[in-house]
Structure formats: structure tokens, C-alpha cells
């Protein structure tokens, strides 16, 4: 039975990304985990991540940290939100932080306005620059649920961009990672899909 | 720009149960909240927020149940508020299944309670609810008003929702309690007064007693999204059909 392992480093409610997995889930075992056994187990890694950045990465033990990049180096693995930008180099928020530099790419500060409102609240279109699997069955510039105040405006593995008062990436894929900066377990039917999708991704 | 405006049903909840009375009077029972949950999130809805009405505390491990029953069942975002007063309460909403946590008197009574709880959970998961009535002498200003409406606290709204989103709040949900209730639409000139002050979203609130309602709460508000809960509870117009007369009027919705 195919494990999937939704890692829980302390930070945020896990609770709606395990249950969004289950809801289209056939034969899959989803477990929502912080033990290094468990996730070197796992078949797949969800990596999920809410809140500052800093804090996120902060809440790594260095034995957690070092099981979750050498798995994450190896298996399908889906990266969410603040766990997206954890993959990228650096975030500028918090002061600057190093991340695990894993996908190519900056955090920066979405510019506030009064047209454009901070945090960039709700659902927003999804356009496709490349094709993949985990994209199978979604419309291009599908509707998903984001909210985040920081984004990453370029990457050499952009998959696919949103647009609000700028552009910005919103899906990124390299070999085994698919990291999206919305919440598919928010973006109902789509979001759904996606899920799907990731659980018969096979590479 | 594609961010879409969104409409937000909102269940006010007693007891476990769906009610929506005019002016806290007349409540009338509208059901079980995550059957209406799950209806609105078939016919669209973009969010749901959910407000514990309940006076007592002793309802609270209902509304967790509730608040748990309706994440498991719908994936669109879930707002939870009623009551919010210590960061224990924010912490269980949030483990419940919510996804934002909605403070309102908590807030006036103690401003650093947003920032705490903005620090702790971030800006994302905070709402600031701002309840406003116009003021005595005023046709232009309005001030807060907590306790239903009944303790006039003195405190500008336009103020207040400055300071607010200087201390982290996420989103304010604005509403009218000159207006709620009464189906006589949002009172536009309060939403496009805190919309044109603030960098964070406005949800428009109180009033609303048919579509066109919705459409001038964005278009003549400013509001990045619109909350109703009578029109809806009652069947008057669906979901659907409030999107569809939305996008009619040029205003981007998710289909």
C-alpha cells in the first residue's frame, strides 16, 4: 500500500491537507507525521507550511531537516504555500531567511495598494507555461485558492503563473517536486484534482 | 487583474444550529450547519464563515464539533468567529478545522490581542470583524460598536481599521449594524471608506436583500468580497445565481 506521508514540523493545522488526500484517496495510507522512521518509509511527502517563514524554518530539528531533504531529494513530493517557498533560496521576509535553495528562485514582497490588497486573499486564475502530469484534467487558468503576502516573480522552474498587480510563479516543478504557492485542499474540485493527481504520479 | 470577488455565505449559529433573526430579534431556525455548509459549497460558494452566536460558553465544544463536521465535509475556506477572546480559543478554532479566526470585541477591548495573535498564527488566519454604526451627530463617520450594537464605544471605524492592519490583521469583515438585517443593501459609503484607506481586503457586510446588493457593495464599496447569510438561507437566490448576476455586471468571479 502506497504511504503518504504529510509532514508535520509544528506548524499550522495539518488537519484539511490529510483530509482533502483522503477525500480522493482509493487505497492510499496517509499519515500526518513528524517521526524521520515514518517519513523514510513513505512512498510520497506532502510538505506543508502556514504562518512566517522564519518560524517554519526555525521549527526544524537538525535530524528532522536532515531526513526530509534527503528524502525530498528522491520521492514525488508536493510542497504547499510557505512549504513551496521553503524550496526556493531565500525569502526576504522576516529580515531575509535561507531556505533549503532546492528549486531555483527568490521570495519577495508582494507590493500592497489599495487596488491591490495584501495578503492576495482568494481565488485567482492559473496559467499553465508548461505541460505535467499533475496538471492532468485541470482547465488552463483554472481557479485556485491562495493567500500569501510573499511570492517568488521568477524561476527557471516555473510551471505556472498568476497574476495579481504583477506576475508571479504559482506552480514550480523539478524531477520529483511539485511545489504550488495556493492551497489545493482550499480550491475545491481543482484543488481536488491535484490531489489526485499527485497520488498516481508515478516517476 | 483575475483575483476574483468572492461571495461569502455566513451561517450565524446558536446552540449547533443555523439562525439568522433581523436585528437579533425574530430569530428564525434555519437548519443544520453542515448541511447548508456542504449545499453552498455545490453551489459555489467561494468561502464559508461560520458565527457563534451562542452567548453562554458552555456551547463551546459544539461549535469545535461543528466547526470539525463542516472541514472535513467542504474544501473551500472556513472563517469561525463568535466569542474569540484568548489565543487558546484562536488555537482550537484553527485545530478544529477553521482556517481563519474571526475577533471582534476581543479586538476593541484589547487592541495588542491582534498583534499577539497575528505574531503567533500569522496575518492569514486573522480577521479583524469591525462592527459600525454611524455616529449620533454624523452622516459621514461612524464609530464600533460592540454587544450586538449596543455599547457605542466611541472608536472611529476608519481609525480603527488602520490600526488594525498595522498590527497584522489579515482581513477586516466590515459590518453595518445600521443596516443588518434590514435588506436594504451594504451601507456603501462606510465600505468604500475603510476599502480606500487599507492594503488589506475588506469583506462587505449587513444588509443585503437582493443581487444587485452584492454588485454595489464591490462596485460602488470597493469590497474584495461580499457576505451575506438571509438571502441564501432562505433559498431567495442561490449561490449560482449570485455569481452569474456578479458577472453580468463585469465584476471577475470564480465561475
Excluded at chain 1, 7 to 19: F, R, T
Excluded at chain 2, 89 to 94: E, F
Aim: hydrophobic share 40%; with cysteine.
Amino acid at each position: 500500500m502506497t504511504q503518504v506521508v504529510v509532514i508535520d514540523y509544528g506548524m499550522g493545522n495539518l488537519h484539511s491537507v490529510s483530509k482533502a488526500i483522503q477525500a480522493v484517496s482509493s487505497s492510499e495510507s496517509i499519515v500526518i507525521s513528524s517521526n524521520t522512521d515514518v517519513i523514510k518509509a513513505a512512498d510520497k511527502i506532502v510538505f506543508p507550511g502556514v504562518g512566517a517563514i522564519k518560524d517554519c524554518m526555525e521549527a526544524f530539528s537538525v535530524d528532522l531537516r536532515e531526513t526530509v531533504l534527503e528524502e525530498i531529494d528522491k520521492k514525488p513530493t508536493l510542497a504547499i504555500c510557505v512549504g513551496m517557498q521553503m524550496l526556493l533560496k531565500s525569502s526576504e521576509e522576516n529580515g531575509g531567511v535561507d531556505c533549503f535553495d532546492i528549486l531555483d528562485g527568490k521570495v519577495t514582497k508582494i507590493n500592497a495598494s489599495k487596488e491591490i490588497k495584501v495578503p492576495h486573499m482568494g481565488w485567482n486564475r492559473v496559467k499553465f507555461l508548461k505541460e505535467h502530469d499533475l496538471l492532468e484534467n485541470i482547465p488552463d487558468s483554472s481557479f485556485f485558492y491562495f493567500v500569501h503576502s510573499y511570492c517568488c516573480s521568477s524561476s527557471e522552474d516555473a510551471l505556472t503563473e498568476t497574476t495579481h498587480g504583477e506576475s508571479f510563479i504559482s506552480c514550480l516543478a523539478k524531477d520529483n517536486i511539485f511545489a504550488v504557492q495556493f492551497h489545493p485542499e482550499k480550491s475545491q474540485d481543482m484543488g481536488l484534482e491535484l490531489y489526485r493527481n499527485f497520488l498516481n504520479w508515478n516517476i | 487583474m483575475t483575483l476574483a470577488k468572492r461571495i461569502i455565505p455566513c451561517l450565524d449559529v446558536d446552540k449547533g444550529r443555523v439562525v439568522k433573526g433581523v436585528n437579533f430579534l425574530n430569530i428564525r431556525d434555519a437548519g443544520d450547519p453542515i448541511e447548508i455548509a456542504k449545499r453552498y459549497d455545490d453551489e459555489g460558494a467561494d468561502e464559508i464563515t461560520m458565527l457563534d452566536i451562542t452567548a453562554s460558553h458552555e456551547t463551546r465544544d459544539t461549535t469545535y464539533k461543528t466547526v470539525e463536521n463542516i472541514a472535513s465535509q467542504v474544501f473551500i475556506p472556513l472563517t469561525v468567529g463568535g466569542g474569540v477572546r484568548k489565543i487558546e480559543d484562536i488555537k482550537k478554532l484553527l485545530r478544529s478545522g477553521a482556517d481563519k479566526v474571526s475577533i471582534n470585541t476581543a479586538a476593541v477591548e484589547n487592541p495588542d490581542f491582534v498583534k499577539e495573535a497575528a505574531d503567533k498564527f500569522g496575518s492569514q488566519c486573522i480577521v479583524v470583524a469591525v462592527d459600525a454604526k454611524l455616529k449620533e451627530d454624523s452622516s459621514s463617520s461612524w464609530e464600533v460598536v460592540t454587544y450586538g450594537g449596543r455599547n457605542r464605544t466611541g472608536i472611529d471605524v476608519q481609525e480603527w481599521t488602520t490600526q488594525v492592519a498595522d498590527y497584522g490583521a489579515g482581513e477586516i469583515l466590515l459590518t453595518s449594524m445600521d443596516r443588518d438585517g434590514t435588506k436594504e443593501g451594504f451601507d456603501n459609503e462606510l465600505v468604500f471608506q475603510v476599502s480606500s484607506s487599507i492594503d488589506i481586503p475588506v469583506i462587505a457586510s449587513g444588509g443585503v436583500g437582493n443581487l444587485q446588493h452584492l454588485i454595489d457593495g464591490i462596485q460602488i464599496g470597493g469590497a474584495e468580497a461580499v457576505l451575506a447569510a438571509s438571502i441564501f438561507h432562505f433559498s431567495e437566490f442561490t449561490i449560482q445565481e449570485a455569481k452569474d448576476a456578479m458577472k453580468d455586471s463585469g465584476i471577475v468571479v470564480r465561475a
